[in-house]
């Protein structure tokens, strides 16, 4: 149906940015709100950052002045540049999309997905 592939993840010194990308592929009709969330072992999934088709954005306040969300239509794909990393930022990073859909003849309503996450860990 559809998939989102996230990239970008890796290990990087307290200060450093890293950009992450998430592609949206598959039968798809149109990509909605598209957003970024994160998860550490000591806290619930949380919400990073989030985009809407008209370029509408929000962001969780530990994060707003350092990370920057934006999204490429055409190419169904959203990113999240992330600048002046801490610790605090480590965590599996998960893609997420707001899809209608297609199957055959058969068009579906909005549904949400998820990518499988990539790890962003910031050492001290």
């Known amino acids: 149906q559809v998939q989102l592939v996230e990239s970008g993840g890796g290990l990087v010194q307290a200060g450093g940015s890293l950009r992450l990308s998430c592609t949206a592929s598959?039968?798809?009709?149109?990509?909605?709100?598209m957003a970024w969330y994160r998860q550490d072992p000591r806290r619930q999934r949380e919400m990073v950052a989030r985009i809407d088709s008209g370029g509408i954005t929000n962001y969780q306040d530990s994060v707003k002045g350092r990370f920057t969300i934006s999204r490429d239509n055409a190419r169904n794909t959203v990113y999240l540049q992330m600048n002046s990393l801490t610790p605090e930022d480590t965590a599996l990073y998960y893609c997420n999309a707001d899809v209608a859909y297609y199957s055959g003849a058969v068009r579906y309503p909005i549904k949400g997905f998820w990518g499988q996450g990539t790890q962003v860990t910031v050492a001290s």
């Open positions: 598959g039968n798809i009709n149109r990509v909605f709100g």
